[in-house]
Nanobody
């Protein structure tokens, strides 16, 4: 059974940093695309960052160089380093994996999801 477990969320002040982790179990994902999405209160879930099997990075425009996605295939883990956090970054952050071929970053393109970790940015 495949499971994705996010960690690292919490309360942080604006302009602070957090590092999210997502560790997968039940299957190796070294050849899969992995991504982070987020859902703010009252909003739809949106793509944040993705990393292909080749380690190519993809980011949403609102990231603007503040976030960095990385992966450790040996640990079956993907990370999201978030710097210069803003109030509007407050959301539940979800890890997702696509095992099908092709690099796509929409919600429907992902095959597995974690349950999310809450990030709250305060002023």
């Amino acid at each position: 059974q495949v499971q994705l477990m996010e960690s690292g969320g919490g309360l942080v002040q604006a302009r602070g940093s957090l590092r999210l982790s997502c560790t997968a179990s039940g299957r190796r994902f070294s050849n899969s695309a992995m991504a982070w999405f987020r859902q703010a209160p009252g909003e739809e879930r949106e793509f944040v960052a993705g990393i292909a099997w080749s380690s190519s990075h993809y980011y949403a425009k609102f990231v603007k160089g503040r976030f960095t996605i990385s992966r450790d295939n040996a640990e079956n883990t993907v990370y999201l380093q978030m710097n210069s956090l803003k109030l509007e970054d407050t959301a539940v952050y979800y890890c997702a994996v696509r095992i099908r071929s092709g690099t796509y970053w929409s919600e429907v393109a992902m095959d597995y999801w974690g349950k999310g970790t809450l990030v709250t940015v305060s002023s």
